[in-house]
Nanobody, 121 residues
Framework: QVQLVEFGGGLVQAGGSLRLSCAAS????????MAWFRQAPGKEREFVAT????????YYAGSVRGRFTISRDDAKNTVYLQMNSLKPEDTGVYYC??????????????WGQGTQVTVSS
């Protein structure tokens, strides 16, 4: 099993920044693609960003492209999501996931418990 734990959520005003971290344990981290998804109350989880196992390929949802940056540090078994210019519509529970490279939730086998991000207007 791979365990994923997210850190860094909180309350921030619109226009502010926040950095999320996801620490992995239990299995080899470096060969997994990693991704971030988010979910607002009453809505389905939606794709945010992904990074392949090498760290050389990234992809972002159009709603966050240019504002968010995903990165990974294999030496620390950690993936990050730097979020800038936050908007109220970015509010939700953010989930870290590990699996194969993709933009759908079915591509990922392991999930963290989520961390709440709230952006006030």
């Amino acid at each position: 099993q791979v365990q994923l734990v997210e850190f860094g959520g909180g309350l921030v005003q619109a226009g502010g920044s926040l950095r999320l971290s996801c620490a992995a344990s239990g299995r080899t981290f470096s060969r997994y693609a990693m991704a971030w998804f988010r979910q607002a109350p009453g809505k389905e989880r939606e794709f945010v960003a992904t990074i392949d196992w090498s760290g050389g390929i990234t992809y972002y949802a159009g709603s966050v492209r240019g504002r968010f940056t995903i990165s990974r540090d294999d030496a620390k078994n950690t993936v990050y999501l730097q979020m800038n210019s936050l908007k109220p519509e970015d509010t939700g529970v953010y989930y870290c996931a590990a699996g194969r490279y993709g933009i759908t939730s079915s591509a990922y086998d392991y999930w963290g418990q989520g961390t709440q991000v709230t952006v006030s207007s």
